[in-house]
């Protein structure tokens, strides 16, 4: 089984909607990442987790919230979903250093019509 | 801020031949470097990384890069590309206080001809 696990893969939706895209891990770290992907932008930090009781705000942060629900599980959701919402979205966990590997799920693709 | 720039953003090259991709950074101090790479349809893996140490790195599926601090570079290099090679690489920084948070390049597309 994947290590790091999103749903749903797939997502269309309308322009106003709320959606909520899960990310799961069973490789026990703590820290937990959401990132967008765009086309000849690379990807994009939204937001950061170090663990239950702390997130942070990342580099696009507007028109996103989180949950981070126990240590295994991130929850990314967008309240008002506008159509340059549309793009690639990843999850990605690591350990307790900055040189720790960062694992990657294998993301959700969201268009918002 | 750092920054990460990836100066190719598609790069054709023959089954066969090497291949090398770009990557220069912008970081005051000595920064972690990562190179991953995604497949078509799939999340990002690690292929190597950089924090300190021997300047020349090795990693998974032959790739090997070099970190060079006076050209601020740690370009990816790979001897004999195979088909499976056909991919996007991102290069990225981290810094020593960033807790784990990194800062993507743009990406560069590899297309692998026979």
């Known amino acids: 089984d994947a290590d790091v696990t999103q749903t749903p893969r797939n997502r269309i939706t309308k322009t106003g909607k709320r959606i909520m895209l899960e990310c799961s891990q069973t490789?026990?770290?703590?820290?937990m990442y959401w990132y967008r992907q765009d086309p000849g932008l690379g990807l994009r930090l939204i937001y950061y987790s170090f663990d239950v009781k702390d997130i942070n705000k990342g580099e696009i942060s507007d028109g996103y919230s989180v949950s981070r629900q126990a240590q295994a599980k991130f929850s990314l959701s967008l309240e008002s979903a506008i159509p340059n919402q549309t793009a690639l979205y990843f999850c990605?966990?690591?350990?307790?250093?900055?040189?720790?590997?960062?694992?990657f799920g294998p993301g959700t693709r969201l268009t918002v019509l | 801020a750092q920054s990460v720039t990836q100066p190719d953003i598609h790069i054709t090259v023959s089954e066969g031949a090497s291949l090398e991709l770009r990557c220069n950074y912008s970081?005051?101090?000595?920064?972690?470097l990562f190179w991953y790479v995604q497949s078509p349809g799939q999340g990002l893996q690690l292929l190597l990384k950089y924090f300190s140490g021997d300047t020349l790195v090795q990693g998974i599926k032959g790739f090997e890069a070099e970190f060079k601090r006076s050209q601020s570079s740690f370009n990816l290099r790979k001897p004999s590309v195979h088909w499976s090679d056909a991919a996007e690489y991102f290069c990225a920084v981290g810094e020593t206080d960033s807790w784990g948070k990194l800062q993507f390049g743009a990406g560069t597309q590899v297309v692998v001809t026979p």
């Open positions: 970081y005051g101090a000595t920064p972690y």
């Open positions: 990605a966990t690591s350990a307790g250093s900055s040189t720790d590997t960062q694992y």
């Open positions: 490789k026990g770290h703590d820290r």
